[in-house]
């Protein structure tokens, strides 16, 4: 059992419908047991800044 303060971060560089998936998966099978959380870090220039 884990501790109330537990989590699962999952951390990625590129996002498709693919890896969405695989997050959404994660969230399921974690549910009750872990907040699951998305870190998304987009490669330089990928952003648009205003």
């Known amino acids: ?17 693919r890896i969405a998936r695989h997050f959404a998966r994660l969230k399921r099978e974690a ?3 872990v907040d699951v959380y998305l870190a998304f870090q987009p490669p330089r220039g990928a952003v648009k800044r205003r």
């Not at 059992?1 to 419908?17: G, Q, R």
């Open 1 to 17: 059992m884990t501790e109330p303060d537990d989590c699962a971060i999952f951390l990625t560089h590129k996002w498709s419908a």
């Open 31 to 33: 549910a009750g047991v």
